[in-house]
């Protein structure tokens, strides 16, 4: 079976390292700050096949397979035959007949692209999976951290929001813990499982935003996913009183933390504009950092493909 990406909890730490060392390779540089282009990937193709809506991923990674030299087809929900009532495992067979180097996917299950990568000899890159995991979302996060000159080692991590639908959170979790950062899980309790204290070492739980907040080095707020929760969700400006990141929290962080959020954004109601905009926050950052990071992944999965084929 040739190797993809399906998540940050089966990387060592060796391997994240390499995908992030390699990343700041493809980071844009030189006159105009463009992403250069490459022949790495020249006559590779990969399939983008999004289930769930999305504008970083899908647009990145497409950005990405083209830096890098390789053809790239998008398809979502409303465009492919699932939509006629064709299974997904006659889907993924069916664009594999078409011989694509990869197959990049976003799914509402979680563990969707793991059942399938068991039928595909294809590899599979995880866009995000249900609640599970966003691997290539951690790993650009862990870049943006490393660019503002931060060691993730020891770091004090505060990830608030809705924590029990976040695929974004596991993932973090998973990369973070594996390099010895200390992390801090803050939510509604109805958004905070306890036993998420045992996903990893490391981890802290708390429904108190003030303490998550209080020394930490990063900020990652997330959203509420208001999709994926089935009982009745908390009014906007309810919310917002009690977990809303505003300006006056940030005094309680190190002073030179940062703000992050893997978007799309609510403004007023996990965070207020004036922080979303301040000089702390790096969410562009994230944005930017999510075209060199997948072409990281990319080149690294595609690459090793061809190596397995020759041997
Ligand atoms: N962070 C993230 O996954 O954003 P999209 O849903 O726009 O891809």
């Not at 030299?69 to 078409?98: C, F, P, R, Y």
Request: a neutral charge; hydrophobic letters at 40%; aromatic letters at 4%.
């Amino acid at each position: 079976m040739l190797q993809g990406l399906l998540g940050i909890e089966d990387l060592t730490r060796e391997e994240v390292q390499s995908i992030l060392d390699r990343a700041r390779d493809f980071q844009p540089g030189g006159e105009g700050h463009r992403f250069q282009k490459f022949d790495i990937l020249r006559g590779r193709m990969v399939v983008n096949l999004f289930f769930e809506a999305s504008t970083r991923t899908r647009t990145s990674f497409e950005i990405a397979a083209r830096r890098l030299g390789a053809d790239a087809v998008s398809i979502t929900a409303s465009s492919s035959s699932v939509s006629k009532g064709e299974s997904l495992v006659d889907t993924l067979n069916t664009l594999a007949a078409m011989r694509p180097d990869a197959i990049i996917m976003r799914h509402a299950a979680s563990g969707a692209p793991h059942f399938l990568q068991r039928y595909l000899e294809t590899p599979i890159i995880n866009a995000g999976d249900g609640t599970h995991e966003h691997p290539t979302q951690a790993l650009l996060d862990a870049r943006t951290i490393l660019d503002r000159g931060a060691r993730l080692e020891g770091l004090r991590v505060a990830i608030i929001g809705d924590i029990a639908h976040s695929r974004v959170a596991r993932s973090n979790v998973y990369l973070l813990s594996k390099f010895g950062a200390d992390i801090v899980l803050c939510g509604p309790p109805s958004l905070l499982p306890r036993e998420l204290a045992q996903l990893a070492p490391g981890v802290s739980l708390t429904n108190n935003m003030d303490e998550a907040i209080r020394d930490a080095d990063v900020i990652m707020m997330l959203r509420v996913q208001l999709e994926r929760q089935h009982e009745a969700a908390f009014p906007a400006s309810e919310y917002f009183r009690f977990y809303g990141l505003q300006l006056d929290h940030l005094r309680l962080a190190k002073p030179d933390a940062i703000v992050m959020h893997p978007g799309p954004i609510n403004r007023g109601r996990e965070i207020s504009s004036e922080v979303a905009d301040s000089q702390k926050s790096v969410i562009l950052n994230q944005v930017e950092n999510g075209i060199s990071v997948r072409m990281a992944v990319l080149e690294r999965v595609l690459t090793s493909q061809a190596t397995a084929a020759r041997n």
